[in-house]
């Protein structure tokens, strides 16, 4: 079978995915690139979601890239907004013509001996197989499993009788004006789906089994503004970046320094959007310390004003079972309801499901791990991008593009055909590779890549020693190993280690 050979092949046109294109494009020039993305569209999380209200909860000045300013009016902005600013900026640089659609990767295999990977693609809907070859291969797949969101098992599901839909497949004309509805959960999804069902329904319900921490942000940054008026739309951007990368860092070390002061200022906030006498112990007392889980910001109180106008309350409970027409807690109350929403979450994925070999040893992605926060211990030529937990995701991937182009710039400098970091599996302690405690985290947490205590194994969560270490950083550093040729096939496969 005849294979297409790239420099470089990116998994995946959404947020990471086009921003890797345009590092590549102007910082590597002379590399032949091409993106292959699963799906029909650009946009991956930004075109799958449609359910009502999909907005960021980070603001569009980090969330956005730094080279192309975000110029609406609204800084937390909803998902379609989201969407064209990322088709816009696909088309802008040209990169759209580097995308090939419908090409999931099922697999990729590193051949030592050829210093190359070949990847094998399921093509459009007839799921016909081609080959490509390339020399670094870079995963922009994002971390959940498209097809399928969790679900847990609810007794007596099939009792229901009325309307059950998960906010990952949401169905197009699903009319909710005056229908009850109950929203299943108390993340990102379920706070921004009730105030935005709210407005139509005849009343919508948070079920929630453990309460969530609320911050309440403007969707409007007035600052920025001004910043607009007085400076060059560049320099603008630049500083609201700044600004709003210092503030998200700051809100996120008190709160993990001064776990108590800060619980105490979300509650109060909190407390001070609800109507008088409104019960905040249990339902907006959390169980666990601010940032052990994702904060969930709601824009200019929406979700408490709901709740204000009676269109939308909380229930904090568990589900003994679902009947005919609603829930029944285990506390014994009964939630009738016309439509259910299970706003339950994801189910993260590593590396976008591609399988991995190197000289045809398998990889197991929660077996290895990961160097400064993007490539994998012993995998010549690979890596990947994940965000940020604590701060906008595209600040990270923006670094990893970045370091991605300082890499293969150098190993043409120097004439290296390969380079993978050099990793003592038995000598690292393996720690998950995220430090949420959420549901959706902990599921997944064995099958992901592990990071250890010490560097460049760690994964810090701190945009500026990231952006000191990523960009600044030496490059041999004693752990990335460069090769000018090949060596024997099979001479360093990733060591297993225990699941963290
Ligand atoms: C509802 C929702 C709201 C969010 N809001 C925020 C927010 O406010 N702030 C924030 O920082 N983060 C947020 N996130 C996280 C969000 O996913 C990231 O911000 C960002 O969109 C991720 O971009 P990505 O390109 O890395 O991944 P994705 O958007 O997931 O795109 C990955 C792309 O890779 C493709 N792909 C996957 N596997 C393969 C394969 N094997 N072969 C080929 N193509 C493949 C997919 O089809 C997809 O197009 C949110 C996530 C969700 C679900």
Redesign the pocket.
Known sequence: MPTEHFDVVV???????IGAAYRLQTRCPGKRYMI????PEIG???DL?RYPG?R???DMFT?GYPFRPWKDAKAIADGPAILQYVRDTAREFGIDRHIRFQ???LSAAWSSEDARWLLEVQTGATGETVRYTCDFLYG???YYR?DAGYEPDFPGAANFRGRFVHPQHWPENLDYAGKRVVVIGSG??AVTLVPAMAETAAHVTMLQRSPSYILSVPAHDHIADRLRRWLPEGAAHRLLRWKNILISLGIYQISRRAPDFARRVLQQGAAKSLPDGYQVDPHFTPKYQPWDQRLCLVPDSDLFRAIRAGSASVVTGQVESFTEHGIRLESGEELEADIIVSATG?QMLAL???RLAVDAAPIEPGHTFIYKGLMLGNVPNFAF?V?YTNA??TLR?DLSSQFVCRLLNHMDRHGYRICRPACNSAALEPRPLLDLTSGYVLRATENLPKQAAEKPWRIRQNYILDMLSMRLGRLKDGVLKFETTAPAPQAELPESVPAA
């Open positions: 998994m995946g046109a959404g947020l990471s995915g292959l993305e699963a799906r991956g999380t930004w979601f999909v960021s909860d980070s969330l090409q999931r990767v922009c797949t994002g498209y990102a999804t994801l976008g499901g591609v991008c965000g906008s995701w991937a």
